[in-house]
């Protein structure tokens, strides 16, 4: 059975970065995609970006340019690199995996904090 760890987050000043892991146990099934989440007090859970088993990557407009997800297929680790942050980034991180079309597993979250 598939389970997904986060982590990576904490506070950090406008600007900065941060780096965020989503560590996968049990085999990934291909083809899969991994996606980022985040959600915001009060607001809806939002798509932030994916990669797919083959490494086509695609970001929500308002992080693309400045986050970056790629992935290690050895370590069966996702990475989102974070950078020039700002307030309204603020969220918990969630990763998700989709495998087959079909089964879904979701992480438990980071919080990721960013101060103005």
Known sequence: QVQLVESGGGLVQAGGSLRLSCAASGSILSPYTMDWYRQAPGKQREFVARIS????????????????????????????????????????????????????????????????
């Open 53 to 116: 088993s083959i490494g086509v990557t695609v970001y929500a407009v308002p992080v693309k340019g400045r986050f970056t997800i790629s992935k290690d297929d050895d370590k069966q680790t996702v990475y989102l690199q974070m950078n020039s942050l700002k307030p309204e980034d603020t969220a918990v991180y969630y990763c998700k995996v989709v495998m087959r079309g079909v089964h879904i597993v979701w992480g438990q979250g980071t919080q990721v904090t960013v101060s103005s």
